[in-house]
Nanobody, 121 residues
Framework: VQLQASGGGLVQAGGSLRLSCAAS????????MGWFRQAPGKEREFVAA????????NYADFVKGRFTVSRDNAKNTVYLQMNSLKPEDTAVYYC???????????????WGQGTQVTVSS
């Protein structure tokens, strides 16, 4: 199983980025997908998750109204649209796959390698 995250980069505060995570080696539509992030010196934290069909989503409170998670099962890809970015959003962002829609990192079976997002003030 491979989860390849991409789309990170350097952006000014208030800007936008769209992360993508391409999955292979698994039946993508059978997995809920999540995004997590880890800033330097901090623990990994939940950002957003989407159900197998895309019909249900969960968000961390600190991204509600700014980030949108979506998926395209035909392309085996999950996305994270990030708007109104803040310096505190700076972190490595990871995508992950799980059998059930959850915010708990321990329940995710597969993880991608992460993509760096840096937001300058």
């Amino acid at each position: 199983v491979q989860l390849q995250a991409s789309g990170g980069g350097l952006v000014q505060a208030g800007g936008s980025l769209r992360l993508s995570c391409a999955a292979s080696g698994l039946t993508f539509s059978s997995y809920a997908m999540g995004w997590f992030r880890q800033a330097p010196g901090k623990e990994r934290e939940f950002v957003a998750a989407i159900s197998r069909s895309g019909g249900s989503t969960n968000y961390a409170d600190f991204v509600k109204g700014r980030f949108t998670v979506s998926r395209d099962n035909a392309k085996n890809t999950v996305y994270l649209q990030m708007n109104s970015l803040k310096p505190e959003d700076t972190a490595v962002y990871y995508c992950a796959a799980t059998g059930v829609l959850t915010m708990r990192a321990s329940l995710y079976s597969y993880w991608g390698q992460g993509t760096q997002v840096t937001v300058s003030s």
